[in-house]
């Protein structure tokens, strides 16, 4: 079998060609190949039972046949790759060490790693959809997740190959602006993009508004008036808006700067505001859309949700005419493919969106259906609640949610007073440099390790802990093997001339998991869910540990030396490729 990045594909591809020319399987055979035990191998296949239940045939005859086949096939030689039967008709794989070293040898750096890893996504062209705030309202710790997992699935994509631009979505289109509008206009108050309290500001002057038109109907007209004489391109509010707009952008951007978030465009709902009529336009002469109680709706009498009698429809536009969130998707997804010629489209937001986008994903089906058009792929990754540690969405004492800002800055304080604990010899500049890495490092990494669907409780101490699958434990996970090259004046991948293939059980034990980090990246990347990287880097960082207790790296047998110090090279390769994955720019020091 030949060396290939995610050996388990090659596997599957190489089956299934044998498969094809052995009695007994169709051509749509599914060899289902998963990880096994390590106790029993690399691999198994679990397909053979469905196909020999599918043909009233004997599981276990029908796994001697194929696995008869295998051994026979030039593609599956014994120096590679073995395999036997287990059970009623299971077959388990175990790649040789010879396979581990040539894959050590083929893919040693994060350059390799990611030639290989682009097979997945091939060139295709994805928009992803984040961070996409609201705008005029300050960052806080609901925007932690849309960036956290945004950045990490961005990366992801990019390195398994995607052509990726990254859209930032903001609401800059709402019926807020009316009020703000009006605010501003009362109280004479100055926009600056460079006042680092603009965003708190507006937002006060938006309660403000919102406080007048309670009290007094008149002022809700006066909002009203001042956000219709905007949609309608008066140029005094169209300025104050552009305004408002800038204002926000540049306070966003300092704490997307924090976070590594660099949007390659911002296409906010305004941006839609004249490309919507053609899809009101569409819609309704396909006959998908129509008028219903004054407002322009799509019914799904495929789904009981939102079927006709006793649904509810996706509303297209409003009763006064105005565009909202659905009308711009749609006609966002069309920009996308017209535009960006987008094979495929992901949105990250939180969960309570669900049924937006499922909507919206089923619309847009049926429309590009009706019109040919071929529609990209779309993808909603949602993500649950940060709870805090009473269980409820996390809020400070006064219940407003917590600044983003302040959150990130505590983060780095309280880093800052465990690295100076840790390496009170460092000069503080230093001190000061690595507490903003671990800091907000720790607190990417939290959100990161749980599986992106479920609620999390935020705790600080848990994730700064140097203990259990946190990121200060990764990144002196990686100091540690890079301190054995600079403990031998060398550097990383110098000395691994003449290495010899893995013979030890935690050589072997170690090989095996640095190959499988292109089945943790591919996990990952298939379903969008950064956790199963997490979880790849804390057992490879384990491994490692059990690897450098049991078998001594300076070994006096200069072939053995070698074979050890290619395997802390790539442990060390392979833990910093995963954290830049996760947006975690790993430190020399620490
Ligand atoms: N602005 C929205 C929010 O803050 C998220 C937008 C997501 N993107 C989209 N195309 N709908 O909830």
Not at 227 to 251: C, F, H, P, R, T
Not at 386 to 411: F, H, M, V, W, Y
Request: proline share 4%.
């Amino acid at each position: 079998m030949r060396i290939a990045f995610n050996p388990a594909r090659e596997l599957d591809r190489v089956v299934r060609a044998v498969a094809a020319s052995t009695p007994g399987f169709g051509g749509e055979f599914n060899p289902e190949i998963r990880p096994a035990d390590p106790r029993f191998g690399d691999y198994q296949a679990n397909g053979v039972l469905p196909q020999a239940k599918a043909a009233k045939a004997n599981p276990r005859a029908l796994a001697v046949a194929l696995l008869d086949a295998l051994k026979a096939s030039p593609e599956f030689d014994a120096a590679h790759i073995t395999a036997e039967i287990a059970g009623p008709g299971f077959i388990n794989f175990k790649l040789t060490p010879a396979y581990y070293a040539g894959w050590l040898a083929r893919f040693g750096d994060e350059a390799s790693l990611r030639a290989g890893a682009a097979a997945l996504y091939h060139g295709k062209s994805v928009i992803i959809d984040y961070p996409s705030p609201n705008t005029a309202k300050q960052m806080h710790v609901g925007h932690l997740r849309p960036m956290v997992v945004g950045e990490a699935v961005a990366r992801l994509l990019e390195f398994c190959g995607a052509k990726l631009t990254r859209d930032n979505h903001i609401g800059d289109w709402g019926t807020n602006f009316g009020t703000i509008i009006l605010a501003i206009k009362r109280t004479g108050y100055t926009l600056d993009a460079a006042n680092d309290n603009a965003l708190e500001e507006l937002e006060n002057l938006y309660k403000l508004g919102s406080g007048w038109i309670k009290s007094n109907p008149a002022d809700g007209d006066a909002s009203r008036a001042e956000l219709v004489k905007l949609q309608n391109g008066d140029a005094e509010n169209l300025a104050l808006w552009e305004k408002i707009v800038a204002v926000s952008n540049a306070a966003c951007e300092r704490q997307y700067a924090r976070l590594g978030v660099k949007p390659d465009v911002t296409l906010g709902e305004s941006f839609y505001r004249d490309k919507v009529d053609r899809v009101y336009a569409e819609l309704t002469d396909t006959g998908l859309a129509e008028t219903s109680e004054g407002a322009l709706v799509v019914w799904h009498d495929d789904e009981p949700r939102w079927k006709r009698d006793g649904g509810t429809p996706f509303i297209i536009r409003k009763r006064d005419g105005a565009s909202n969130y659905a009308s711009t998707d749609l006609a966002t997804i069309l920009y996308r493919v017209e535009h960006f010629r987008a094979d495929e489209c992901v949105y990250v937001t939180d969960g309570r969106q669900q049924e937006h986008f499922q909507q919206l994903f089923l619309t847009a089906d049926k429309w590009f259906k009706k019109t040919g058009r071929t529609l990209p792929s779309l993808r909603h990754v949602w993500f649950g609640t940060i709870l805090g540690e009473d269980g409820k969405a996390i809020k400070t004492k006064s219940g407003d949610p917590i600044r983003l800002k302040q959150l990130l800055d505590e983060a780095e304080e309280r880093a800052f007073a465990i690295v100076t604990e840790k390496s009170a010899d460092l000069p503080e500049d230093e001190r000061r440099a690595i507490a903003r890495t671990v800091g907000v490092a720790s607190i990417r990494y939290a959100d990161l390790v749980q599986n992106r669907t479920l609620d999390y409780t935020f705790s600080w101490d848990k994730l700064l802990a140097f203990e259990g699958n946190t990121a200060p434990y990764l990144l002196y996970a990686v100091v540690r093997t890079r301190s054995i090259f600079r403990k031998l004046g060398l550097e990383l991948g110098q000395g691994e001339e003449g290495a010899s293939a893995p013979e030890t059980p935690h050589e072997i034990s170690l090989a095996r998991k640095l190959v499988n980090f292109s089945g943790a990246v591919d996990l990952a990347c298939t379903e969008l869910r950064p956790h199963h990287l997490c979880t790849y880097l804390y057992e490879l960082a384990g491994e490692f540990s059990s690897f450098i207790a049991a078998d001594r790296v300076i070994h006096d047998d200069p072939a053995v030396r070698a074979r050890r110090l290619r395997l802390c090279a790539r442990t060390c390769a392979t833990l910093e490729s995963g954290l830049r994955l996760l947006g975690i720019e790993p430190l020399e020091r620490m």
